[in-house]
Structures are given as structure tokens and as C-alpha cells.
């Protein structure tokens, strides 16, 4: 890559690309948060790729409300909506970004490292509600790496707000249904 000093222009010929699908995006909005605050603008909500943080107040003296997505339109999932007043939430899932591979199945882009191939065991979602953004989004992935059991596991024992939603298998009636940790169900009462 050609760094041009006298411009301070760093050209990238091609081939080459930077995902900042990992971690990034909640860094991101935990240092814009936190920006926003040393200004003096305690009141914001800052959303970046889908990770979100809420801090203060909106104008009406509400928090900020946010509807979670769900991972299909006729999921048939009650909507869930959550206040994020000093809070961050994060979203994983195979609804947005997936594949078919050559043998036309359907795959997940979030790769298993203990397999090194997409993971297979149904989970759609994982939101994960934090303090930090950052944090957050680690969480959400790693949890949707572990799957529905032993993520859920995880979630209990570290006390991370989270929630799963696993598409059913036809053999199970098909349709999703969604866990709740813990600290996800003590959020949502």
C-alpha cells in the first residue's frame, strides 16, 4: 500500500479488505458515547452499524426505548423493547449475513473456531444488554458461537443480560423460540 506523505493519503490498490464486524462497531459507539459526554451532551443515543448505547434522557424525560429486531418478519416473538438509560445493546445473528455453500444448504457467516466452519446449531440471534458497547458485541458473538444451550450457560453464569433465539427444527414444529438469562429477565421486569 503506497503511503503518500507529502498528500498523507494511504492508497490500497485493491484486494484487500477491513471488516469491522467484530468488536469495532461497539468500540466505536463507546467512544462516540463517551465523546459526546465530554462535550457536555449527556443526553444521546448513538447507534453505529446496530449497536446502540442510550445515555440520559430524550427530551420528554423518557429513556431511550429501543425495539429489538426480530430475526424474521413472521417469527410470530412478541416484540421486545428495552430502555437504554446507561445501557448498550448488541445484536449477532444469521438472518442478515449468511450463504449457500456448493452443496445449496444454507450456512451462517459466524464461524465456529473450535471447528473452523459455520455453526449449525440453529440459533438465528443473540442480543446481548451491557454497560459497554464493546463488551456487548463480544458477548453477542461468542454466545451465538456457543449455541443455545451452553450459550445461555455462559450467560447465566457471568450475569450477561442476553437473549437467544433459536429457529425450531420442522421435526420441532419449526418457528422460533427465544431464552432469556437471568439478568435479561430481571432487565425486562
Wanted: charged residues 25%.
Amino acid at each position: 500500500m503506497p503511503w503518500d506523505g507529502a498528500r498523507r493519503t494511504l492508497t490500497q490498490a485493491g484486494g484487500v479488505a477491513l471488516d469491522l464486524s467484530a468488536i469495532a462497531k461497539g468500540f466505536a459507539v463507546d467512544r462516540v458515547s463517551e465523546l459526546l459526554g465530554t462535550l457536555g451532551l449527556r443526553d444521546h443515543l448513538v447507534e453505529i452499524g446496530g449497536e446502540l448505547r442510550g445515555a440520559g434522557l430524550k427530551p420528554d424525560g423518557q429513556p431511550w426505548w429501543v425495539d429489538l429486531e426480530p430475526p424474521a418478519a413472521d417469527c410470530a416473538l412478541a416484540p421486545l423493547r428495552i430502555a437504554l438509560h446507561g445501557l448498550s445493546v448488541a445484536t449477532s445473528g444469521d438472518y442478515r449475513k449468511c450463504f449457500v455453500d456448493a452443496t445449496g444448504q444454507w450456512r451462517s457467516h459466524t464461524i465456529d473456531p473450535r471447528t473452523r466452519r459455520p455453526v449449525e446449531h440453529g440459533l438465528a440471534s443473540v442480543t446481548v444488554v451491557h454497560d459497554s458497547a464493546m463488551a456487548a458485541d463480544g458477548w453477542s458473538t461468542a454466545l451465538m458461537v456457543l449455541g443455545p444451550d451452553e450459550g445461555l450457560a455462559l450467560a447465566d453464569r457471568l450475569g450477561l443480560a442476553a437473549r437467544l433465539v433459536r429457529r425450531r427444527p420442522p421435526a420441532e414444529g419449526g418457528g422460533f423460540e427465544e431464552r432469556f438469562s437471568a439478568a435479561m429477565r430481571a432487565l425486562m421486569l
